[in-house]
């Protein structure tokens, strides 16, 4: 059944009030009519069955009952914005990996300072990729920030910055020993990788230098490989959890 993020607001008692661009969708992209059902989430975990009806601003909704996910805390991943439309990529597929929230940053070696329309254009992805992974919660895309901004913020929890050469601990070992209770945020360099005063900054920022592997990954790869580690880290620690509760 076809997925649509809205909205809360859009909702009012068993009745969903339908945007323009939501009705061009429906009924002419999709060429659904009357009585034709979608699934629609408010990207903050609840979720109904619409029935389209014969006003197209307004659908009848019923709640769809929702398991609750695991009890895991946010994954974070602040990324040095890649040359082009790489950024696009990253926001689409760290949405279908799971990922809590991506801000991009301005690094030393950033190519490029982004237009600020392209953060609307990023949230676009971000809930198409949404609807088509069919996950229930939004990830939050903020505005891109210097990296020296970004390293003021007090934030709490696991902090990684992921470094090309040396010799820091792997990611996968660094997600293993971490509570999944935790916040975690990653940051991940632009082309060329950081600049050491960057590195130096982030340490003193308390983060820690952490690897993904002995070869040098692309801008746009490293945040998914960085994403997919700690998930996949997580994900071990639950089971044995759950097979305890078996």
Not at 42 to 49: A, M, R, S, T, Y
Not at 54 to 66: L, Q
């Amino acid at each position: 059944m076809q997925r649509l993020v809205i909205e809360p607001n859009q909702v009012v008692a068993n009745q969903l009030r339908l945007s323009s661009t939501q009705q061009h969708y429906l009924y002419r992209v999709l060429r659904l009519g009357t009585g034709q059902q979608v699934v629609v989430l408010d990207g903050l975990g609840k979720q109904w069955i619409a029935t389209l009806t014969a006003g197209s601003d307004v659908a009848a909704i019923a709640a769809i009952a929702v398991s609750p996910p695991p009890a895991q805390a946010p994954i974070t991943l602040a990324i040095a914005l890649p040359k082009g439309n790489g950024f696009d990529d990253v926001v689409r597929q760290a949405t279908e990996l799971g990922v809590s929230a991506l801000q991009p940053l301005i690094s030393d070696r950033t190519l490029h300072q982004p237009n600020p329309k392209k953060l609307e254009r990023w949230q676009r992805i971000a809930l198409e990729a949404t609807e088509q992974s069919e996950r229930l919660l939004l990830p939050q895309i903020w505005p891109p920030l210097p990296l020296r901004d970004y390293l003021a913020q007090a934030t709490e929890g696991r902090r990684w910055i992921c470094v090309a050469r040396g010799d820091a601990p792997h990611l996968l070992a660094l997600a293993l020993t971490s509570d999944p209770l935790i916040p975690v945020a990653i940051a991940i360099g632009p082309e060329g990788g950081w600049t050491a005063a960057e590195v130096e900054g982030a340490i003193a920022a308390g983060f820690q230098p952490a690897s993904l592997g002995p070869y040098i990954l692309r801008a746009i790869t490293a945040p998914l490989a960085a994403l997919t580690l700690v998930a996949s880290a997580r994900a071990l620690k639950e089971a044995p959890e759950k097979s305890k509760a078996v």
